[in-house]
């Protein structure tokens, strides 16, 4: 149930992976809302602040499933050998474009030197700041690598129910039940 097999995800991977996938629709969501809003609303100050702490609790959790994926083992890819190299590819690239997206985001919030409040608990510092250019290079990076993020999620998605529906794989039951479906 805790640990992965080549039959199944671990409870622990199949948090991670919901828990990931909820934070990065949201903190799109968020983004994109807080945008747009302007000056003068009570959300100005206060979106950057939410999207900033999940964004780092995000790099958190991303960090630790990096973790565990590297000490579990992962169960076996269904599919034929293309589909085998794409799931993998796809997978690693998911990882790339979250990284991508977590690390412009934290150069944009720490240009000025500041650090970054995490819910009010701790405050990340700024390690890198005064870079030429630095808030506006990290932001178009941050922009184009979310946009892209959100595209390969969906076709993440899609792939998924490709395989649950058309192939009847267990690919996305596994992702469900710890250990693997159960057989009936």
Not at 18 to 25: D, E, G, T
Not at 30 to 38: A, P
Request: glycine share 10%.
């Amino acid at each position: 149930m805790w640990r992965n097999s080549v039959h199944g995800w671990g409870l622990p991977s199949i948090l991670l992976h919901w828990l990931s996938a909820a934070l990065v629709v949201a903190l799109f969501v968020l983004g994109w809302w807080m945008t747009g809003l302007g000056y003068y609303d009570h959300w100005y100050q206060l979106a950057p602040w939410w999207h900033k702490s999940l964004g780092l609790t995000l790099l958190g959790l991303t960090l630790v499933r990096m973790v565990w994926r590297l000490i579990q083992p992962t169960p076996e890819a269904h599919g034929v050998a293309w589909e085998r190299v794409m799931a993998h590819a796809g997978h690693c690239l998911l990882y790339v474009l979250l990284l991508t997206v977590m690390v412009s985001g934290y150069l944009i919030s720490t240009a000025e030197g500041q650090g970054i409040s995490v819910f009010g608990v701790f405050e990340l510092p700024a390690l890198i700041s005064d870079l030429p250019s630095q808030a506006t290079l990290a932001g178009e990076v941050h922009w184009y690598a979310a946009w892209a993020l959100i595209v390969l999620a969906v076709g993440h998605t899609l792939a998924a129910l490709k395989h649950h529906i058309f192939d009847r794989r267990d690919t996305l039951r596994r992702m469900w039940w710890p250990g693997g479906p159960r057989r009936q």
